[in-house]
Structure formats: structure tokens, C-alpha cells
């Protein structure tokens, strides 16, 4: 939900409520790219449960996910419009993006939802590209600054740091045997390799065990040094912290990448390892004057 997709929203819900209508996001899944090509579909920025809550902050009235299958792939512009619009969604003011498209193999566009809205009695705006750097905000150049660990360079886009959200899990504990006690979220990357739009370790903090985020220093990958599975997880740290939390849900904050995933040879070099890793994420908190 990058700062493009923010103020779309804004002005969807300040329009809804100027024309007194309910407003609504109408949100596709999976996503197209995994339907058509689910082998070479970029991994996913968030999972859904992230973009409900994302969509919950700017107070819209109603969400609609429509499961994008091979019927759905095939409605031609009109029947988009007719099927989805008008039928499902009573549609009275329909705001876009600049380079919106729709229908199958994405015939439809600005200018024929203009001249459906007037068949059909909606109105339709849109919204032009936000900028960074002269540059268009959008989810590929999101997914860019994440695979590169370019976590300030996400956080200007996002205009909040990337986070992942979700109950924590039991683990094996060897984290705790290691003098390290994690909380383990599961990362859903609905890609085939199983890879997550970033990985490595991280300084982060985590919200929803307070009142207030707590430091840690967090590991997104597939564990190489102990696992074999391939399954993502995310392990987190939380300093100073040993209380039992399984089941709650929470929402990591990675702030910035120390390194990218390594793998140790045994269990006393992945010891020192994340040794150092907690120390230099302290160190973090103690430079920008946090938790201090």
C-alpha cells in the first residue's frame, strides 16, 4: 500500500463522503500476474491480511475481493463494467488510477469507462501518478527497493517502514537454546520458489506486545543454517523481552538490513553470529536515540 495507492484512497473516501455514497475498494485475488503466469510472478509485497488492515486505516467502508479465475480473466470491458459495476457493486463514482486498464487482455481503459459511466449512469475520475524523485511511485519500484534491502529507500515509498503482521507461531526453539528467544510469524510468498520480496537480517521493532513498538532484531529468509524445508519465516528478537505471546497477533517493523542470509557452519558460529547481529541492531537504536 505504497503512498500512490494512499492518496487514491484519500481521495476516494473524502469523494464518497462529499457524494454521500459508501466508498469500496474492489481488490482482485490471487493477484493476475500469479494467475497467468504463477512461475515467473513477482513475490508478493503483502499478504492479505496486511492489506486489510492497510485499507482499514483509511476508514473505507467496504472492501470487495473478487476471486480472479479464468471467467473472471475472460469478461470483456462491457461485461466488467456490467457484471462487476453495475451488478455487484451498484457503482455510482468510480475513482481510478492513471494507468488503470480492465477486461480481458486489458481492452478497457479511461476513455471507455467514461463513455460506460454515461450508458450506465456512473461517474468516473482518476487520479494522476504520485512522484518520488521524479520518479512514479508504483509497486514494482516497491518490490525493487525491497529486493535490493533498501529499507529507507521503502519507507519513503511506503510512507511508513515495510512490516509484516501475523500470530506468532511455536518454533523449534533453538533460538531460546542460543540465548536468543524469537517470535516466529509464517510469510506467505504465494510464489513457487517460496521467495519472499525481501530477506536477510534485520533491525526492526515490533508492535502489539505494549503500548508502545519494542527494539529487535529480526531474521526473514529460509533459515539455510538450520532448515532445509525452504519454508519463509520471520524471527524476531525482541529485546529484554520473555514473555509467552503464542497466538498473538503482531506487526514487525523492518527498519533496515544489516545483511543478507548466511549460512554458518554449526551452531556455535550462528551463535556469535547473531551475537553480533543484536549488537549492531542495539547500536542502531542507541545512533537514532530510541528505546533509550
Known amino acids: 500500500m505504497h503512498r500512490g495507492h494512499q492518496a487514491l484512497l484519500h481521495k476516494l473516501v473524502e469523494g464518497a463522503h462529499t457524494r454521500h455514497l459508501n466508498s469500496c475498494v474492489l481488490t482482485f485475488e490471487p493477484h493476475p500476474r ?11 509485497i503483502q499478504n ?56 480481458a487482455k486489458r481492452a478497457g481503459n479511461f476513455e471507455s469507462l467514461v463513455a460506460a459511466g454515461k450508458q450506465f449512469g456512473f ?14 511511485i508504483s509497486s514494482s519500484l516497491l518490490r525493487q ?68 513498538p519494542l527494539p529487535a532484531v529480526s531474521s526473514l529468509g529460509v533459515r539455510p543454517s538450520v532448515e532445509s524445508s525452504g519454508q519463509v519465516l520471520l ?4 529485546f529484554d523481552f520473555n514473555q509467552s505471546v503464542y497466538g498473538q497477533v503482531v506487526c514487525v517493523e523492518l527498519l533496515a538490513r544489516l545483511h543478507e542470509e ?11 553470529a547473531i551475537q553480533d547481529d543484536a549488537q549492531k541492531a542495539r547500536q542502531y537504536f542507541l545512533k537514532k536515540n530510541l528505546y533509550v
Not at 533460538?175 to 519472499?196: E, I, Q, S, Y
Not at 524471527?235 to 525482541?238: M, Q, S
Request: net charge negative.
Open 235 to 238: 524471527e524476531t528478537h525482541v
Open 145 to 212: 527497493a525491497l529486493e535490493h534491502g533498501d529499507m529507507k529507500r521503502a519507507e519513503q515509498l511506503l510512507g511508513r517502514p515495510f512490516s509484516i503482521s501475523g500470530h506468532v507461531l511455536h518454533g523449534k526453539q533453538l533460538g531460546r537454546t542460543l540465548g536468543f528467544p524469537t517470535l516466529n510469524l509464517a510469510v506467505c510468498t504465494r510464489h513457487p520458489n517460496g521467495k519472499p520480496v525481501t530477506s536477510g537480517i534485520f533491525v526492526s521493532q515490533v508492535h502489539g506486545l505494549g503500548n508502545q
Open 34 to 44: 500469479e494467475f497467468f503466469s504463477p512461475h515467473d510472478a513477482p513475490p508478493r
Open 262 to 272: 548466511r549460512k554458518y557452519p554449526d551452531l556455535i558460529t550462528l551463535q556469535a
Open 48 to 103: 492479505i491480511r496486511d492489506k486489510l488492515m492497510a485499507l482499514k486505516q483509511y476508514e473505507v467502508d467496504t472492501i470487495a475481493i473478487e476471486e480472479f479465475n479464468q471467467a473472471f480473466s475472460q469478461l470483456s470491458p462491457t461485461e466488467f463494467v456490467q457484471e462487476i459495476l453495475i451488478r455487484k457493486l451498484n457503482t455510482k463514482w468510480l475513482l481510478i488510477g492513471d494507468d488503470f486498464c480492465y477486461g
Open 123 to 136: 461517474e468516473v475520475s482518476r487520479i494522476p501518478s504520485v512522484l518520488e524523485t521524479e520518479e512514479r
